[in-house]
């Protein structure tokens, strides 16, 4: 029972998906048009990138190129603008969930070794928004993007021009916030090994580049899937060990509660109701109730309005601890490493939070 509970705590989004699919399975019993739920081309999407950015992870790619811009920085503003940024800018080739599993661990590093671990809740949830503001740029920097961009066939021209306005809002705002950091001079000096396998480094972003073309149409996902998988089998099969299946279940779970709720009329009638009165805000509304990806995946199915849709399950990551998956993985950190801090955590959480919910909010209603 103590497992069957330790699992749930750390896998409570698969959990709450797996059960919102069983609840309306049994309103919606499964039939052949179950099979149309599926997205698999985003599903191959995902598995791609998820498993060469292990491969990468396990090379220390991320850990060496990180430190490296890290100990250029000399005091403790810049340090957290370092980390902060790199987050940003990592989300969007890395995804904001890899990303945080990445550079989080670096941050407590910095921090830790400085003496300045009262900073660890500004610069966690920083991270936290940065990874998912960031990410909000590409097709492939947050799991909804992906989803959507693949669901409605959306231009890459057209999906960067959507998600520019707040991209930029965002990154200014991101930088305001950490220039409230005092310019304390720390030593981030490190003897540790930096060096990567020269090999091994080039075919994995080569085969990141695989994943990438799959994102972007350029190689068919059955032939890129292929590719990723046969390559990793032979250089790094703890890559594929690695690779976050609950991720991939989560989506799964999600499109078939999503294709349930569709067939169910009433519910069909209420919410194409609501999103033609607002798709952006009934969409960040809904991510504050239940996360970002199943926002984006249920609200597709009422809704042919995606600049909206898209603008609002990015912005919508932001505000609640629920509101993206990212957020659940960051307060997971914090309170494995600073377990008597959580509420100090929570305040900094919210606060920041609302600030970034609300002016990015206007400014896509603006823009």
């Known amino acids: 029972m103590l497992k069957l509970v330790r699992w749930i705590k750390s896998n409570f989004v698969l959990f709450i ?177 930096s060096r990567l396998p020269p090999i091994r480094t080039v075919l994995y972003l080569i085969l990141f580049a695989v994943s990438i073309s799959v994102v972007f149409h350029a190689v068919p996902y059955l032939l890129g899937t292929a590719i990723v998988l046969v390559s990793l089998l032979v250089l790094d099969r703890k890559a594929l060990l690695r690779v976050d299946y609950g991720l991939l279940l989560t989506f799964t779970c999600f499109f078939i509660f999503a294709g349930n709720l569709a067939r169910v009329e009433l519910v069909h009638t209420l919410l194409s109701t609501l999103l033609e009165k607002s798709t952006l805000l009934i969409s960040i509304l809904s991510c504050q109730v239940i996360s970002n990806v199943p926002s984006a995946i249920l609200l597709s199915q009422f809704t042919a309005d995606y600049p909206s849709l898209l603008l609002g399950v990015n912005i919508g990551g932001t505000g609640t601890l629920i509101a993206s998956l990212a957020s659940l993985i960051t307060f997971r950190e914090y309170s494995f490493r600073e377990p008597y801090k959580i509420g100090h955590y929570l305040k900094v959480f919210t606060l920041l939070n609302l600030l970034f919910l609300i002016t990015l909010t206007v400014v896509a209603l603006v823009f």
């Open 17 to 193: 998906a797996f059960c919102l699919a069983l609840i309306t399975s049994f309103i919606v019993p499964p039939d052949s048009e179950y099979v149309g739920y599926f997205d698999f081309k985003t599903l191959a999407c995902l598995f791609c990138t998820l498993a060469v950015i292990c491969a990468l992870k396990n090379i220390r790619f991320f850990t060496v190129l990180a430190r490296a811009i890290v100990h250029a920085t000399g005091n403790l503003r810049s340090a957290v603008l370092a980390l902060v940024f790199i987050t940003f800018f990592g989300s969007m080739l890395i995804a904001n969930d890899m990303a945080l599993i990445t550079f989080l661990p670096l941050g407590y590093y910095v921090l830790s070794s400085t003496g300045k671990k009262d900073r660890m809740a500004f610069v966690f949830v920083m991270q936290n928004i940065a990874a998912n503001l960031g990410g909000m740029l590409t097709p492939f920097g947050n799991p909804q993007n992906l989803y959507l961009y693949s669901h409605f066939e959306i231009p890459t021209v057209e999906f960067v021009t959507i998600m520019l306005p707040p991209f930029l809002a965002a990154t200014v705002l991101i930088v305001i916030c950490c220039l409230f950091v005092k310019p304390e001079r720390i030593d981030l000096s490190e003897n540790e090994e």
